[in-house]
């Protein structure tokens, strides 16, 4: 008699195995992806302030060259 339990857990194993091309460098990525915003996350934290500033300073420049821009076409 053949024990199924032997033969279900092998094509478990060879599930995993074969499929962990796909699957394990996926994760890899993620998990890589995780910690790189995290440690630029923490670098980013001391300057936000800059940074936020300088957004808006280029928002306000943007929109003038728009408006500028827009005026002269007409």
């Known amino acids: ?3 199924y ?5 092998g094509s478990i ?3 995993f195995v074969g499929t962990s ?3 394990l460098s996926t994760l890899a990525i993620w998990i890589g992806g995780v ?4 440690t630029i996350g923490s670098l980013i934290k001391n300057v ?4 936020i500033s300088l957004a808006i300073i280029l928002l306000i420049v943007s929109i003038t ?3 500028n821009r827009r005026n ?3």
Do not use: D, E
Not at 35 to 38: I, K, N, W
């Open 65 to 67: 060259h728009y408006i």
């Open 48 to 51: 936000q302030f800059y940074i």
């Open 21 to 23: 091309c796909c699957w």
């Open 1 to 3: 008699m053949k024990n």
């Open 5 to 9: 339990k032997k033969t279900f857990l």
């Open 13 to 15: 194993i060879v599930f």
């Open 35 to 38: 910690a790189f915003l995290g």
């Open 72 to 74: 002269k076409s007409s």
